[in-house]
């Protein structure tokens, strides 16, 4: 996928479940995470999910502290086999959380 975050991507790979929380369909979807940022988040998933549609998930980062966040998905992509990968922006996740991610992205800059 082409990049189009505005923060910086961390990897973190976790295998978590998501529930949608925008329709009917509040069922918990397995999904890999690939990468994180303070803006969105990129994973893969085997079911096909439908664009611009809101999630529910806790991420467990970096600290090993539990983060909610809310995301919607904004980019799709089905060139692997058997799974589909997709981009996510975060919409709702508290304020400290967010601050997080930047404290991390400084952290590494200036190790790197």
């Known amino acids: 996928m082409q990049e ?6 961390f990897i973190l790979e976790a295998n978590i479940a998501m529930e949608r929380v925008d ?3 509040n069922r918990l979807v397995p999904i890999n995470i690939i990468d994180v940022s ?3 988040i990129g994973f893969s998933c085997k079911e096909l999910l ?3 549609s809101i999630y529910k998930l806790q991420l467990k980062i970096w600290t090993g502290d539990l983060v909610d966040a809310l ?4 980019r799709f992509d089905n060139s692997r086999d058997n799974e ?3 981009g996510a922006n975060f919409i709702g996740m508290p304020g400290n959380d967010t601050t997080r ?3 991390h992205e400084l ?5 790197n």
């Open 71 to 74: 995301i919607n998905i904004v």
């Open 4 to 9: 189009k975050r505005k923060s910086k991507r």
């Open 38 to 40: 303070g803006t969105g």
């Open 84 to 86: 589909y990968v997709y």
């Open 101 to 103: 991610f930047n404290i």
């Open 107 to 111: 952290f590494d800059a200036a190790n």
């Open 50 to 52: 439908e664009m611009n």
């Open 23 to 25: 329709g009917t369909k």
